[in-house]
């Protein structure tokens, strides 16, 4: 059965690949019924191929074209102006210029890979000479919608709201964790409720799972779906600051009685720091260590939020990181 990060994990595996020539590449000649696309724009051929490789071909339709693509999409009801991974994204008019598979989402961006590309969206983001991957804004203007291969038997968005046996943890998608992100944004995580279980979404959990003295995992099993369920909204079930993370009172204001910086050695809460650095967009390893690469996110973060530029993570910053 094939999964959205199957995909994925193909897709990625060809980053770094040029086209030998203006639009030839290996990938029209490995899909049968493609072989006419070869010196063609190929970003919809990359994408095809992908599909194929995980024997996944009936997912996606069988074309070069990125508007036809979009429309097959939209006559199958599966067609949306939200991003989930695993999903095609479509640029330009009628979705007719360029596609690529998204890979991560979070609240400001989606992450992408795809082919006939370039590093940016400043570059030749469509006619470009490679599989490349890159950051996209969420609300770029040139983004027309996604289309949502159904996985497995949809696994994406197979789990109903109310599923209680399905764990959910980081990369997990669908009407679960959009449920999920609902009941944190009772207890004031400020989440998008998007159905990705991304970074900010990741550090809300953790944060909860700290406030009600469980193991904070990351992981939404029995004990945190019940746990949730006890806590009055708004006050975490009155669990009071917990004396190793300083997280008190509402999720969002979890961390804000906190002030870290570099050197930092209270490593649960430097953690929750670049989960929430990386859902902004920020490429970083969680690690609990507050170093120079932790130190040059949060001053960039500081400086694009137009707050003190000081390195150090205090009320004000936590604020925005949560907003």
Known sequence: MTTAQNVISTAKHEVGYREKATNHQKYSSAVPGLEWSQNQPWCMTFVVWAFHECDAGNLVPLTA?????????????????????????????????????????????????????????????????????????????????????????????????????????????????????????????????DGDFGDQ????????QRAMKLDADGEVGPKTRAAMKSAPQGNQGDAGADSATGTPGTLKSAQRTVVIEPGSSNVEVVEDLQRLLRGNGYELDVDGEFGAATLAAVKAFQKKMKITVDGVVGPQTWEKLYA
């Not at 006939?116 to 890159?134: F, H, I």
């Not at 980081?170 to 207890?187: I, R, Y």
């Not at 979404?201 to 909860?208: E, G, L, M, Q």
Request: hydrophobic share 30%; net charge negative; aromatic share 10%.
């Open 65 to 193: 074209g990125c508007e036809i693509g979009a429309s097959w999409f939209r006559q199958r009801g599966l067609f949306s102006p939200t991003p989930h991974v695993g999903d095609l994204v479509f640029y330009g008019p009628d979705g007719g210029t360029h596609v690529e598979i998204v890979t991560e989402v979070n609240a400001r961006q989606i992450r992408t890979v795809g082919g006939n590309t370039s590093g940016s969206l400043k570059g030749r983001y469509y006619a470009g000479d490679g599989v490349y991957e890159k950051w996209i804004d969420r609300d770029e203007s040139r983004i027309y919608g996604y289309g949502h291969p159904a996985y497995g038997g949809d696994d994406t968005r197979a789990h109903s709201e109310g599923d209680a046996d399905e764990i959910l943890r980081k990369g997990s998608t669908g009407p679960a964790v959009e449920a999920w992100q609902k009941d944190l944004n009772k207890h004031g995580a400020g989440l998008v409720v």
């Open 201 to 208: 979404t990741d550090a809300s959990t953790r944060a909860f």
